[in-house]
């Protein structure tokens, strides 16, 4: 079972620009972050790419309006990388710390 998570993720991970919106806010509904280092690692780069997909989405969706949808999956997305930020395993830790002190995620208000 082990084994087969792991090569889901990795899998899963390469999908996800294939993906439609919806199916990404499906799929970051399941993952969770509390599971050993290497899924936590892969569960990780997962949530980091959805960041940046869903804040490109709503940048864009901003110029019409936001869903409700886009909104619960922008909240539940930072919210899980904000709980990375406590991973017990330091590789983690630092990488989450790095992902949100990029210049592209800091606010400048």
């Known amino acids: 079972d082990f084994g087969i998570r792991g090569v889901a993720l990795r899998l899963l991970h390469k999908l996800l ?11 970051a509904q399941i993952l969770y972050v509390d599971c050993p280092n290497e899924y936590q690692m892969w569960t990780l780069e ?7 997909y869903i804040t490109n989405y709503l940048t864009k969706e901003l110029k019409i309006s936001i869903t409700p949808l886009s909104e ?11 709980q ?3 991973s017990k395993n330091e590789y983690i830790r630092v990488n989450c710390r790095n992902f949100w002190c ?8």
């Open 102 to 109: 990029d210049s592209k995620r800091l606010s400048t208000s």
């Open 72 to 82: 619960m999956f922008y909240h539940h997305v930072r919210e899980q990388l904000l």
């Open 46 to 52: 997962i949530y980091k790419w959805m960041y940046d």
């Open 17 to 27: 620009p294939k993906l439609t919106h919806e199916q990404l806010y499906e799929i």
């Open 84 to 86: 990375l930020l406590s």
